[in-house]
């Protein structure tokens, strides 16, 4: 999976942003969006085979990137502290995280240093 970041300028360019993708045909596995000081950040995890399309789309349509990388999207039990077991799991086998947010479905994003490494350590 593929973690699509862009920078937005408002809630309405939000909204503009998630329209694209769906005009295109992309189904997004995972997104979440926050404030900045001016603007917002949006992520937006896609497949690998959708990655390129929606990263053209969206870049056609004057979106500002931001970072892209590979991603885990694993399932997980929703119980209280799981996230943190999640991470502390992840930190302790020696990959750096970079990103971590829930998404639909019971599952985590995950992006760190090594995939590998956090794959096996959530397993």
């Given at each position: 999976?593929?973690?699509?970041?862009?920078?937005?300028?408002?809630?309405?360019?939000?909204?503009?942003?998630?329209?694209?993708?769906?005009?295109?045909?992309?189904?997004?596995?995972?997104?979440?969006?926050?404030?900045?000081?001016?603007?917002?950040?949006?992520?937006?995890?896609?497949?690998?085979?959708?990655?390129?399309?929606?990263?053209?789309?969206?870049?056609?349509?004057?979106?500002?990137?931001?970072?892209?990388?590979?991603?885990?999207?694993?399932?997980?039990?929703?119980?209280?502290?799981?996230?943190?077991?999640?991470?502390?799991?992840?930190?302790?086998?020696?990959?750096?995280l970079y990103i971590l947010y829930l998404a639909s479905d019971n599952r985590v994003v995950i992006g760190a240093s090594d995939l590998d490494t956090a794959a096996a350590?959530?397993?």
């Amino acid at each position: 999976m593929q973690d699509l970041t862009f920078v937005v300028g408002e809630d309405r360019a939000v909204a503009e942003l998630w329209e694209t993708l769906g005009s295109v045909g992309i189904t997004m596995q995972a997104s979440c969006m926050f404030p900045r000081l001016e603007g917002r950040i949006v992520h937006v995890v896609v497949t690998d085979e959708d990655a390129e399309r929606a990263y053209d789309a969206l870049r056609a349509e004057n979106f500002i990137p931001l970072d892209r990388r590979e991603v885990l999207v694993a399932d997980f039990v929703v119980r209280p502290g799981e996230i943190g077991r999640i991470a502390r799991r992840i930190s302790d086998a020696g990959a750096k995280l970079y990103i971590l947010y829930l998404a639909s479905d019971n599952r985590v994003v995950i992006g760190a240093s090594d995939l590998d490494t956090a794959a096996a350590a959530i397993r």
